[in-house]
């Protein structure tokens, strides 16, 4: 179904079925990826196009999630943000926030309710119980 989707869509030379097949049970997630393209999303989808694969992945998917470069170092996220009902940020607890990072952080409180949060990766569990 999902490459029958991509294939319907002229997305073929964008997007590629990236879940592995023969599972023996069923899956419960699908994952496609793209082609190894060093372009922009804006430089490569026809945002109509796209709308369109999207709302036909949503006729049989609960949740779609678009994964995208940081924020700081590409405009992809702000590319694909049109097509997203919601954003969420993840940070790496090892970081350091740089001045980058705040005016990315800014931005995300841009979005106001497209904003949704965010996930906090790599947190040493020692420092959890720590007040």
Known sequence: MLNRTI?????????QLKTPLGSSRKQRVDIIGNHGLQKS???VLDPEQFR???NDLRAHYDYIFLESAALNDYSDAQELVPYVDKVVAVFNARS????ADKESI???QGLGDKFAGAILTEVDARN????
């Open 7 to 15: 294939r319907d869509n002229n997305l073929i030379k964008v997007f």
């Open 52 to 54: 369109k694969f999207l």
């Open 106 to 108: 800014q931005y995300l």
């Open 128 to 131: 959890l119980n720590q007040q």
């Open 41 to 43: 999303p804006s430089e």
């Open 96 to 99: 350091v926030i740089k001045t």
